[in-house]
């Protein structure tokens, strides 16, 4: 299932540099909410509270979001994930790193590959539930 951004958000506009495309895939669906959760908990977002959802195909699951990383996160305590997520990341290079910032400290982060443009980069990160944390609930 491919999750489809609110195009009216302010987060949802590509041309920012601030604009981070985030796609999470080779997880469940409760995974790659809980990663959403921890992004939105520092950026604004185009998912809303829109929580992922598995649909009955076979098909490989792929969830996207725009998040706005106008500015450095403040640290956050360990979440815990059931499996392992692939998260691809892609905008301007400091909106990027301050994204993966904020999932560096929620996650064991391990990069598998990073692609530099003329004024993009593009990261594909591996996360794990990190060491120490607290599974997190929806609200």
């Known amino acids: 299932m491919n999750d489809t ?10 041309d920012s540099p601030d604009v981070v495309q985030v796609v999470l895939g080779e997880c469940s669906a409760a ?5 959403f959760t921890v992004l939105r908990d520092h ?9 992922p959802s598995q649909t009955g195909s076979s098909d490989p699951a792929v969830w996207t979001g725009a998040f706005r990383a106008s500015r450095t996160p403040e ?12 998260a691809d990341l892609q905008g301007g290079p400091v909106a ?6 904020a999932l560096d400290s929620a996650f064991a982060v391990t990069a598998k590959g990073t692609v530099s443009g003329d004024q993009e ?7 794990t539930g990190a060491e120490h944390g607290e599974a997190r609930e929806r609200a």
């Open 5 to 14: 951004p609110n195009p009216a958000s302010p987060a949802s506009r590509p």
């Open 31 to 35: 995974d790659a909410d809980t990663v």
């Open 43 to 51: 950026f604004p977002s185009d998912r809303g509270d829109d929580a």
């Open 75 to 86: 640290p956050g305590a360990g979440v815990l994930l059931a499996g392992s997520v692939t």
């Open 96 to 101: 990027v790193e301050r994204l993966r910032a």
């Open 121 to 127: 980069i593009q990261v594909q990160l591996r996360l």
